[in-house]
């Protein structure tokens, strides 16, 4: 029996283009075309790169524009914090998140993946450029890879791996900063990192995993571990933009040699430049696959040899497979319209939902110590409830709060503090400790407004059900 899958030559679709059908790496030696598509798609990177170095010091009113803070228990997102009994706010986020990629897909094909996702923006604009400067073009990066290791290769695989480290460790430093903040990152965790375990242990994982998946992992991030470009293929339809190859006029493929007046043939020479600048390895002559990441390289390649051919650019282009069948393309249709109105409603809801958002946020707690009866030092008969409550302050002001309950109730508060201090969008747990006369409870279970009321006069109001022991 034999110990692979066998498959033909033209299985596309069950044989990956970088791992061979025994399931060995195959390593892609990718070329670059630098044409028009990829001079945008570069500038558009370097943007994004940009962006991301500089989002952990970026502020909106003194609150970081992205920031996850585990030992606050925090999430911010443009100024605003977010806490675990926000969770309303995460599956508005995540809703419009994942209605929005059905439309950007409808629309636009995989745009994501070809020009905004992190993991090819630093790949293909970064890695792999630095991979180009220290070990010479695709061709030569083959023949050396199929070669002996000589002195000059193992100095240029370590100048690459000493790039490779640094651009790593810049990235790493960046997201170390989105966790435990700018100010701590720069007077603490860089100046002593072991006053910072957690966050060196953070920076160390992050830097392996950035130099492994960058240096030997790469396209195989995208074909086989992410799912969200196995979403986002699925949810693709004939009139998606997408970066396909017209067959009608390419078709029959022939190399230039082998043409004359015998050999009928399209505008495809076959010469497969297509394949060797694509960053996953596929031939995108075979039709949408789930490997291809719309990044329009494969557009670059066949233009550049269209032009040297004297042919029509846009063999390979930006088009919907109703294009390809001879339709037009239709922008507005029901699944897009339905899911315009549908991102349009949650981020109607979402803004508005911010822009009401209560600035003290009272949730409880389950109650580890049952009411009680007893008796006050005046004889009175009172039921004693712990109220473990968490107070979180949602508008960046530092308040003075006090607990109060409606008077005709006849309740005692009692508090370690009679003032409670909250500082700005800080959280704290109090334990007050309530005793209501017993006449004042009644026979059954009632539930009676606890006030949380700040010094500004800003006012939370927290439930308290009172019922017998």
């Not at 070809?114 to 061709?139: D, K, M, Y």
């Not at 390419?250 to 004359?260: I, S």
């Not at 109703?322 to 922008?331: T, Y």
């Not at 949730?363 to 712990?386: C, E, F, H, I, K």
Request: aromatic share 8%; hydrophobic share 50%; glycine share 8%.
């Amino acid at each position: 029996m034999s110990g692979h899958i066998e498959s033909s030559p033209d299985d596309y679709r069950s044989v990956l283009a970088s791992v061979d059908k025994r399931g060995r790496r195959r390593w892609l030696h990718v070329h670059l075309v630098a044409r028009r598509w990829w001079w945008r798609r570069s500038t558009l990177s370097v943007l994004l790169i940009g962006f991301y170095l500089v989002l952990p010091f970026l502020e909106i009113g003194g609150h970081p524009v992205l920031r996850i803070d585990f030992p606050g228990g925090r999430f911010w997102l443009l100024g605003h914090a977010f806490r675990p009994e926000d969770l309303s706010y995460l599956l508005l986020l995540l809703l419009l998140g994942i209605v929005g990629t059905l439309l950007a897909v409808a629309l636009f094909g995989r745009v994501f993946c070809g020009w905004l996702c992190p993991h090819n923006v630093f790949l293909e604009q970064v890695f792999r450029r630095i991979e180009r400067w220290t070990q010479g073009s695709a061709p030569a990066r083959a023949r050396a890879a199929a070669g002996p290791w000589t002195a000059a290769r193992v100095g240029r695989a370590l100048a690459k791996w000493l790039l490779f480290a640094v651009v790593a460790g810049a990235l790493a430093n960046a997201m170390t900063a989105l966790f435990i903040g700018p100010h701590t990152f720069r007077g603490g965790f860089l100046v002593d990192p072991l006053a910072h375990p957690y966050a060196a242990v953070f920076w160390t994982v992050f830097f392996g995993l950035i130099l492994f998946n960058f240096g030997w992992f790469r396209e195989q991030t995208c074909t086989i571990v992410c799912p969200y470009g196995r979403l986002q293929s699925v949810m693709l339809d004939p009139q998606s933009l997408v970066v396909a190859y017209d067959a009608r006029r390419g078709e029959p493929r022939l190399p230039l040699p082998q043409r004359g007046p015998a050999a009928p043939a399209g505008d495809c020479i076959d010469c497969k430049l297509c394949v060797a600048v694509c960053p996953t390895g596929i031939d995108i002559r075979n039709g949408n696959q789930l490997e291809c990441l719309h990044c329009t390289a494969c557009i670059d390649a066949c233009d550049q040899v269209m032009a040297k051919t004297a042919r029509p650019l846009g063999l390979i282009g930006y088009r919907s497979e109703a294009e390809l069948a001879g339709g037009q393309r239709r922008w507005l249709r029901p699944r897009t319209i339905l899911y315009a109105v549908v991102a349009a409603v949650l981020l109607a809801v979402l803004a508005l939902r911010l822009a009401h958002r209560e600035p003290l946020l009272v949730s409880g707690q389950r109650m580890d110590v049952l009411p009680q009866r007893t008796t006050t030092v005046d004889g009175v008969a009172v039921v004693r409830y712990v109220v473990p409550l968490v107070i979180s302050e949602r508008a960046g002001v530092a308040r003075t709060l006090r607990l109060e309950l409606p008077a005709e109730l006849g309740a005692r508060i009692v508090l370690q503090f009679p003032v409670i201090a909250l500082p700005a969008d800080g959280r704290v747990e109090v334990r007050p400790v309530i005793d209501v006369p017993e006449d004042r409870i009644g026979d059954g279970t009632r539930s009676v407004p606890l006030r949380i009321a700040a010094a500004d006069g800003t006012v939370a109001v927290f439930p308290l059900r009172l019922g017998r022991p």
